[in-house]
């Protein structure tokens, strides 16, 4: 079974169930073997906070070394998101096969009138996979309530109601305490409920769990919470500082905004040492890593954009006492409400803003945006209009806002994750050789079989993959077929999924598609400008050959801007693999780099610590006495000097020394790196990896290697932007052999121009490395297939090539680039 396939059963299923209760998902489980029984469970309930207390426990529980699945919804994007192992979302291939196994059971479910809901299946599916990677914990999100929850057919062994307030009164009663006594029947057998309920929801609680664990802010209603937090404010514009008192206080910096997450983080480190031994510092990196997409996320500071999918008068009271700890002058809210929602109670709840752009997501439960409009004009609004596309809605704020104004999105998570595609939207250029690499491009895009056919023979100009929501899929079909393009489309058509679009045609054809598009107002608009950015269509982005043309260099450029570079390994090192113990002394290191960049080399990378397989840990102190030292001798040298390390203490040190760059192979793990490399204003490179340093025969599915660490790398790219770095300042790295197979690391290679998807330079770092096993090179034989590679990624479009031998890569190097264009290039 294909994945679109599977994906469109899983969206046809009916979304909720005549009567209440767990048997539909326990039929299901029990289908499946009862793969719940093989997995310890956390199971998190509430009427807000729940998934970034999910997240939080997540996190931290991985920090302390434990392998973890979470089960959370919605999905902003793709409904793989629902479901995660160690941070990776659930492959397609296992989507297809789950639905494969299942598809005539529910199909026979369905003929008795007893078919599970699209939430039950996603809950044992999530269930399954948790079982089938052998996690030690899962973290569940619950749908709706608790008692009669898909989630509530497990056991858990620690459980939460995070807060309680009027929700569903239809189907979990009309006070918050019949609501509190629902969602407490989550409560574990044989460890305390933990709460963040007061009142009279907390009585409710208590009633149904034996055994209680609150956590709050003190004075509650004259009782000490168990578990006491302090909610200290902003200690930037992406993070909070946050103490939790358990008998063993703690202070900790979380990336979730707002005085109500405080709590969240509260229950979540009770939650996660009810399940393990966690340490302070564990605990500290799990809270501070615990990025939640859509939650308060600040993306841009002139003016401030935020997005929040609060869609509840309560979630909406949290959001207004946020944003009250920001300075700005105007509010313009772009909100975007499903019609099922308090809609009256969320415009009373929410700050009064200067002008409301009403807008309507791309669902059939979408509130109507002239609905939404007449609320907003009611609540004493003076500038309302309704703008139907939420990109358009977000674009028009943005452009009518100064510097020092504020845009808030908010009224749904649907209406944040159309507005979040302005930053992670990727259009993905596409190298096309022949037609099996048509015809591979088009599949990998879940077109029809006859679609792909039709289409592969025209595949043979440019060719760009990208993601759009359905209505703006078939209007861009529609136009690129006017004037001659091929538009194919995947074969999954729901309104709540983006669909895959591999657009097709010549450099004029998508010039004059982009004219077209200019004029829409269905959000193509900006869809057409970013594509002319990703085939770079300007005037003037292009030379006559069809390469990017070189910048002007004022002097300040790095060397990349204009040409492939060249980055010399220099490990200090006595255990990294290849040279490990040959520059470790100082006046060997000096001498080593000046030689390289005798050779030519434009970057001199040191590094203090092996990321070999099974190499020991080196403490910050040692790592920063063998870096040091060598920055500080080669401050004069004609190169910009790198520092390979995971730790932003050693970063710190090694810029405060003199270095330009910091290559940091864990894609920012340590959760200061970011903040420490934006206030050096120097250059970060991100490099994808599971694991660092290398865990021998990790073995990592992937769909697509090259787009599932695109998809990956973006999150970590935007991470670094929230934290003040421009995105040219922004190296990506694609991880070679880090937890990908020889074939996965050659399909890198080949396929390397696809990273120009996320907009920043790309780095590629091959030398010496197993993945040359696969052509018959064992180690200490590779010099001559690494040479190779280094002038297929400079052919490939790599903008630095990281190599141990200098003077035999610079000359593969600039052997490619004078193939490309002799009069440019000429040393």
């Not at 997240?55 to 902003?76: C, D, K, N």
């Not at 037609?435 to 100009?461: I, N």
């Not at 693999?577 to 290191?589: K, P, R, S």
């Not at 990273?755 to 091959?766: D, E, N, V, W, Y």
Request: hydrophobic share 40%; proline share 4%; aromatic share 4%.
């Amino acid at each position: 079974m294909e994945y679109d396939e599977a994906a469109e059963f899983l969206f046809g299923l009916r979304r909720f169930r005549p009567k209440p209760g767990t048997e539909s998902t326990a039929r299901l489980l029990a289908h499946l073997e009862d793969p719940q029984e093989g997995v310890d469970f956390v199971q998190i309930a509430g009427s807000n906070g729940k998934g970034s207390t999910a997240r939080m426990v997540e996190r931290t529980l991985r920090e302390a070394g434990l392998s973890v699945g979470l089960y959370t919804s919605p999905h902003l994007e793709d409904l793989r998101e629902r479901i995660r192992v160690d941070g990776r979302k659930i492959p397609k291939s296992s989507v297809s096969a789950f639905v494969a196994e299942i598809r005539e059971h529910v199909t026979e479910r369905a003929a008795d009138g007893e078919s599970p809901t699209f939430f039950e299946v996603l809950t044992a599916m999530a269930i399954r996979e948790f079982d089938r990677a052998d996690v030690d914990v899962a973290v569940l999100e619950v749908g709706i309530g608790g008692r009669y929850d898909a989630t509530s057919v497990v056991d858990p062994v620690a459980s939460a109601v995070t807060s309680v307030t009027l929700e569903h009164t239809g189907i979990l009663g009309d006070t918050e305490a019949e609501i509190a006594r629902d969602k407490a029947h989550v409560a574990p057998a044989d460890e305390p409920l933990v709460t963040g309920a007061s009142g009279e929801a907390l009585e409710g609680v208590r009633e149904i769990a034996d055994e209680v664990v609150t956590v709050g802010f003190g004075n509650r209603e004259g009782a000490e919470p168990d578990v006491s937090v302090t909610y200290e404010g902003r200690v930037n514009h992406t993070e909070a500082a946050v103490s939790i008192d358990d008998g063993d206080p703690i202070e900790a910096r979380i990336p979730l905004l707002g005085r109500h997450q405080a709590a969240n983080a509260g229950i979540a480190a009770t939650l996660a040492r009810q399940v393990a031994a966690v340490s302070d510092e564990e605990l500290r990196r799990g809270l501070r890593g615990a990025h939640w997409p859509g939650r308060f996320e600040v993306l841009e500071t002139e003016p401030l954009v935020v997005l929040d999918g609060a869609h509840n008068p309560g979630a909406c009271e949290g959001l207004a006492e946020t944003l009250a700890g920001y300075e700005y002058d105007e509010l313009t809210l772009v909100a975007g409400v499903m019609h099922d929602k308090d809609v009256t109670g969320i415009a009373d709840a929410l700050p009064t803003p200067d002008a409301t752009i009403a807008t309507e997501p791309s669902l059939d439960r979408a509130e109507d945006g002239d609905v939404l409009a007449t609320v907003f004009e009611r609540a004493g609004v003076p500038d309302v209009r309704v703008v139907p596309d939420v990109r358009d809605a977000l674009e028009a704020a943005i452009a009518s806002s100064d510097a020092d104004d504020c845009v808030l999105v908010t009224g749904s998570l649907f209406a944040v994750a159309e507005a979040r595609s302005r930053w992670t939207g990727l259009q993905i250029p596409k190298r096309i050789r022949d037609r099996e690499d048509a015809r591979d491009v088009l599949a990998g895009a879940h077109a029809t079989e006859a679609d792909v056919a039709e289409a592969t023979d025209a595949a043979v100009h440019r060719v760009v993959k990208t993601a759009l929501r359905d209505e703006q899929a078939t209007a861009l079909q529609t136009e690129l077929s006017r004037i001659g393009g091929e538009c194919t489309l995947s074969g999954l058509r729901r309104s709540d999924e983006r669909i895959n679009a591999v657009l097709t045609g010549t450099l004029e054809q998508f010039s004059r598609l982009v004219d077209r598009l200019a004029a829409r107002s269905d959000g193509l608009a900006a869809i057409g400008r970013e594509l002319s950015s990703t085939l770079e269509l300007e005037d003037g982005a292009r030379d006559g050959n069809g390469e990017s043309a070189p910048q002007p260099d004022d002097g300040s450029s790095p060397p990349w801007n204009d040409r492939t570079a060249v980055m010399g390994i220099l490990n200090v090192t006595p255990d990294s693999f290849h040279d490990g113990g040959e520059y470790d002394v100082l006046e060997d290191a000096v001498a080593r780099a000046e030689a390289m960049v005798e050779a030519g080399a434009d970057v001199i990378d040191i590094g203090g610590e092996s990321t070999r397989p099974g190499a020991d840990p080196v403490p910050v102190e040692a790592e920063i006495d063998r870096v040091v030292p060598v920055v500080e001798a080669l401050a004069d040298l004609d190169a910009m000097l790198s520092i390979d390390t995971r730790k932003a203490a050693v970063a710190d040190a090694a810029l405060e020394a003199g270095a330009d760059i910091i290559n940091d192979v864990s894609g920012l793990e340590d959760p200061e790196m970011r903040f420490v490399v934006a206030d050096h204003d120097a250059t970060l490179v991100v490099m994808h990896s599971v694991d660092a340093p290398v865990v021998p025969d990790r073995e990592i599915a992937y769909d697509d290697v090259v787009e599932d660490v695109i998809d990956q790398l973006r999150e970590r790219i935007l991470l670094a932007e929230k934290a003040g770095l421009d995105r040219e300042n922004i190296v990506v790295d694609p991880g070679i052999g880090f937890a990908k197979s020889a074939r996965e690391s050659f399909a890198l290679l080949d396929r390397l121009g696809e990273f120009r998807a996320l907009g920043c330079p790309i780095l590629f770092g091959h030398s010496h490395k197993s993945m040359f096993a696969h052509v018959g090179r064992e180690a200490g034989e590779r010099l001559e297939p690494t040479v190779a590679a280094s002038a297929l990624a400079t052919e490939r479009g790599a903008d630095i090539v990281r190599v141990h031998d200098v003077d035999e890569n610079v000359a593969a190097v600039r052997t490619a680039l004078a193939a490309r264009d002799p009069d440019r290039f000429e040393w």
